[in-house]
Structure formats: C-alpha cells, structure tokens
C-alpha cells in the first residue's frame, strides 16, 4: 500500500503517499500501549500475521476503557478520496478499514502482535483443491448503516468495481493480475461483458474464481476494495463522499481537503466483530496541519488538544519535549520504505546512477527535521523484514545516509555526456517542511552538475500529481514509498516494478514501454517466484531486489520507516497496528 505518512520522511518531501502494510510483531517490537513511551522499535526479525479463522465478536473488552467522548486525529497529508475502490493509503485505510467499512476478512490487534480473523465472512475462506476457488459465508444478518442486510451480490459488485481504473484510479492492483478475466475486464460502468472473476452463488455465498494460484487472497480479502457496495445505492464518483458503513461508525460531515467527522452507526453488530470497539462517541479528522504547531499543542494538552492524536513524524525540535513526556508518544514497527523515484522513459541509467550517487539523504533529513525515531536508513526497496528476505551489501552508492557524492556525479554526468541533465519533479510549496526540503534537495543536485526544475505545487494537490503518468515531470511521481499489505513479497514487487502497473500511477520507474530497463526480464523474474513455493521466494525476491538496485536503479531507496504518534493526556490505549503501520483506531478511548 502507498505510504501516507512520510511528509518528513519521503524523498519527495512531501508529496507522501500510503498504506496498508503490517510491521514485525516480535518480542522486541510489541505494541506499544500509551505507557509505551518513545523509542526506537523497529526490527528486522521476520514480520508475521498470523491466521485466526476461529475468531469470533465481539472483539475482547479493554481494561479501564471508558465510553464516550470525541477523539481527534490531526495530521499533515491530504486524502484525495475516501471511495472504497480507490483506498490506497495508509491513512485511508485505517479510517475506513478499521472504522466504517467491513470486508470478508479484517486485523485484530493486540499487544502480542496482529492477527487475520473473519469479518464479514464466517471465516478465513475455503480454497479449492486446485487452488483456484476461494469460497466465503457471510454472516446471518449483516447490515448497513442505513439498515439494508448485506448481501453476496454486493461483495461482487464491490469487486468488479475495483477493475474501473480509468474511473476509479489509484487502487490496487492485485486482482488484475490474479482474477479471472482480470486482464481484460474493464469494470461495470462501461464493460458490460459477464465476469468471470467472482459471482454469488446464493445471497450469503461469494465464490472468487482465480486465473492462477493465489495462496494470500485471505489477506487481500481485508481490502476496502472487497468491501460490499450495493448496486443501486452507487454513485460513482461520488461514493467517496459518504460511503455506506457497515463498521462502528459512519460519516457525519465530509469537507473535501479539509475535515471529516465520524458518528456511530446504529447498525453495527458488535457481537459479530472480532476486531473492533465503539467506544468514542465521535471521530474528527482534521487533513493538512502543520507538524510542528499541532505536536506542541499536543505536548501541551490543552483544551481540545488533551484528547487529540498525530500520527505524523516526530519533529526533531521537539525532542527535549518528547523525551521528558514518553507517555504520551508510541513508536513501533512499520512496513514501509520510502524511495526517491525515476522516470526510465525519460531518465538513462547512467544518470540514475549519478543521482544515487549525488543523493543527499542527511541534508534532505535535517532540512525536514527528522529524527532516528522515525526512520533507519534503507539500502533495498522491499522492507528487510519479510520473511525469507536476506539484506545484501549496498550497490550504485544506494547506502540511505551520508551527503552524497557530487563530485563524482558530476563526473558520472560529463563521462555520459548528459552534463546539466534536468531533473524535475512538484513539491508542496504551502508545507514548511517540504519547502526546506525541497531547497535542500535542489542544492543536492545542482552541486552535482544537474539543472532542477522544481515545480511548487498545493499540498492538497498532491496525491494528485503523485498519480501523473504522462510524463510532465521525470522524477517523484508514483509511490513515495511503499507498505507491504501483508508480509510476503507478492505484496510489493508486482505492485510495483511490472510493466503492467506503468499507467496505473503506483509504478515505480515506469517500467514498460518507453523504458530502458529490461521490463520483460523483470516481468518474467517475477512471475517465476510467485509460482513457487510460499517458502522459497524470500530468497528470490532478494536476488530480484539485488538485481533491480544494480541494473535498473528505477528509485533511490531512502528510509524504512518507523510508526511515531503523539496523542493528549486524555487519549488512551494507542496501539500499533503492525500490519498496517498505523494506530488501531477502534481501540482507542478518551477522558
């Protein structure tokens, strides 16, 4: 899932994308509670979800936890949609998933890690004996927020929508590639065409026909993008705006770029959910605040502060301050990395190589005021923690720290005849950290012999732009970075690297028509070890990696990063969701 929480972190400086990614749940990287205090907790023991398909509502009471109340959350990005089909970031997938929106399958968390369990569905799905059938029951008496029973019809109707790229971008990808007729099906709006992929058997049966093995589709099947939407109730894009709830809460006021607040959907059955609570009255979502104003209000606690939460990176003058008031901030585990991205159609390897090697990493970082609280240096683009995975010895000067080298860039640059190459790229020039950052990164570059072309841009623009795939500028569009959605490598490198994602806005390099990298090799490399073996391919997917930072270089990887949030004196139980990078909302209690 694209990251949404890296407006420090990202080399874009701003222009973050996000999540559903899980983090390591071992000993040493826990949950923190709101004792937890902050701390570095990121791992490179082996991440883990594991399945629970006895699971069952209602979710377990918490100790002490109060009702009532509103729970602000304020932070610095800008959601472009809240439409199901289109959820794509770590902030939208949290607020919906874990709030207002049910799916066949879901994550429980609790301080000994995270678990998949059944949502909606009576379990974790039956697969056939060729692999190629996945079959779900729903539960008796599903409904939505306005009192309409859930049925199977809408789960596949929630599903053929998902193929509606060119009217519903952004989303992910995977059942393209996975579902039967996927290849071809361009969704219900304008294919009328019969769906192969996933049909209703009865009013309680959804069976997912596959056109190759997919032994994660559990996983998959917590997406937003497997949430049921009736029909008849769609108003295309405008089913964003207040999309029906089958959740704990559901929306209340939506002001597009700037607020949304959440109210309690009478119609939740808590005794059917095993991972949620409806404790808080109301939810407040405030987009695009500064960081360092909103974590001093919060340290401070005041008013309406005492119960407010953010989940942005801890800023670093704030470190005295943080480090004097541990109990109100949490670090954990998280399933991201972020990267400096490259256009192969229109950037040559030899000067991708040079940007590796120019790549100002601690300017860039000191400039937006990161702290070692919020990231580690990352030399490869898939998170080390995945399981089967093997860190190798860093290629093309791609080490995640140090000031760069631009003297021999330059001579990289002149030895390639590409002296003042442009690079180009959009920063948000109404966010002080990305405009410090951008001057950084600017200097970076021009030391080095390139010509920049920087392209201010309004924050709330910038999913927009990120998602660009005509070219206008050659650097910093698709993911800022990327959260693996579970823990196994079929969750990053096809999202990401084939050349079947060039036009989708969340390839990384453009890798397809018009690039110089090899794609068809990268295409087969990666279609071999999903094939195999569960248990082999973390060893695969490290030669591919390895391959990928030496011979295609299509992004500079910068940080893997770590979960920081900071919440008021009267915000209680903040857990790290460790598969999706983000705080358990549903668990969290004010007073």
């Given at each position: ?11 874009a400086g701003t222009l973050s994308l996000a999540a559903c990614g899980g983090g390591s749940p071992s000993d040493n990287n826990k949950s923190n509670s709101s004792s937890g205090g902050a701390g570095s907790s990121t791992s490179s023991a082996p991440a883990d979800a594991a399945l629970d398909p006895n699971a069952k509502g209602p ?199 700037q607020s949304l607040t959440l109210k309690k959907n009478p119609n939740w059955d808590a005794a059917s959910d095993p991972a949620r609570h409806q404790y808080v009255d109301s939810y407040t979502f405030n987009f695009g605040t500064d960081v360092k104003p909103t974590q001093t209000a919060i340290l401070a606690s005041n008013g309406p ?28 585990a998280d399933p991201c990395v972020s990267y400096f991205n490259m256009d192969t159609r229109k950037i040559p390897l030899a000067v991708r190589k040079a940007v590796a090697v120019a790549y100002p990493f601690d300017q860039i970082r000191k400039a937006g005021g990161v702290t070692t609280l919020s990231y580690a240096p990352a030399t ?212």
């Amino acid at each position: 899932m694209r990251w949404t929480k890296v407006v420090a972190l990202a080399a874009a400086g701003t222009l973050s994308l996000a999540a559903c990614g899980g983090g390591s749940p071992s000993d040493n990287n826990k949950s923190n509670s709101s004792s937890g205090g902050a701390g570095s907790s990121t791992s490179s023991a082996p991440a883990d979800a594991a399945l629970d398909p006895n699971a069952k509502g209602p979710a377990p009471e918490i100790s002490g936890a109060k009702k009532g109340g509103n729970l602000t959350i304020s932070y610095s990005n800008v959601p472009e949609t809240f439409d199901p089909t289109r959820a794509f970031y770590q902030d939208t997938g949290a607020i919906l998933g874990q709030l207002v929106l049910r799916s066949l399958t879901t994550y429980r968390v609790t301080e000994k890690g995270s678990q998949l369990v059944p949502d909606l569905a009576t379990d974790l799905g039956k697969q056939s004996s060729d692999g190629l059938t996945w079959t779900f029951t729903l539960k008796d008496n599903m409904k939505y927020s306005d009192g309409s029973v859930i049925k199977a019809a809408d789960v596949v109707y929630a599903i053929k929508r998902s193929f509606a790229v060119k009217e519903l971008p952004d989303g992910p990808s995977y059942a393209q590639s996975y579902l039967k007729g996927g290849d071809t099906y361009k969704g219900p709006f304008t294919d009328k065409s019969d769906f192969q992929g996933a049909t209703a058997k009865d009013d309680k049966t959804v069976e997912i026909h596959l056109a190759k093995k997919w032994p994660t589709f559990p996983y998959y099947a917590a997406f937003s993008q497997v949430s049921p939407i009736p029909e008849a109730k769609d108003t295309k894009d405008k089913y964003g705006d207040n999309p029906l709830a089958e959740g704990p809460y559901m929306f209340d006021k939506y002001v597009k770029g700037q607020s949304l607040t959440l109210k309690k959907n009478p119609n939740w059955d808590a005794a059917s959910d095993p991972a949620r609570h409806q404790y808080v009255d109301s939810y407040t979502f405030n987009f695009g605040t500064d960081v360092k104003p909103t974590q001093t209000a919060i340290l401070a606690s005041n008013g309406p502060d005492a119960t407010t939460l953010n989940w942005d990176a801890f800023d670093s003058t704030l470190l005295s301050k943080i480090n004097q008031q541990k109990d109100q901030t949490v670090t954990g585990a998280d399933p991201c990395v972020s990267y400096f991205n490259m256009d192969t159609r229109k950037i040559p390897l030899a000067v991708r190589k040079a940007v590796a090697v120019a790549y100002p990493f601690d300017q860039i970082r000191k400039a937006g005021g990161v702290t070692t609280l919020s990231y580690a240096p990352a030399t490869s683009y898939m998170a080390p923690q995945i399981p089967g995975f093997t860190k190798y010895a860093p290629v093309n000067s791609m080490t995640g720290q140090g000031t760069g080298d631009p003297a021999k860039a330059k001579q990289m640059l002149k030895d390639a005849g590409k002296e003042n190459f442009e690079l180009s790229w959009y920063y948000s020039q109404d966010n002080p950290e990305a405009v410090k950052q951008n001057a950084a990164r600017k200097a970076g570059f021009e030391a080095a012999g390139f010509k920049v072309k920087d392209v201010g841009i309004p924050k709330a623009d910038a999913r927009k732009h990120r998602a660009e795939t005509d070219g206008k500028v050659n650097t910093l569009t698709g993911p800022a970075g990327w959260c693996y959605d579970w823990p196994s490598g079929d969750a990053w490198y096809p999202n990401l690297f084939t050349s079947a994602v060039q036009l989708t806005g969340q390839s990384v390099g453009f890798l397809g028509a018009g690039s110089d990298a090899d794609y068809k090799s990268i295409d087969a490399d990666i279609n071999r070890i999903i094939a195999l073996p569960v248990e082999q391919q973390g060893a695969e997917w490290t030669k591919l990696d390895e391959k990928l930072a030496k011979d295609v270089v299509p992004a500079v990887p910068t940080s893997y990063g770590k979960a920081n949030y900071m919440f008021g004196k009267q915000v209680h139980n903040v857990i790290n969701d460790p598969n999706r990078g983000m705080p358990d909302l549903a668990q969290v209690w004010v007073g």
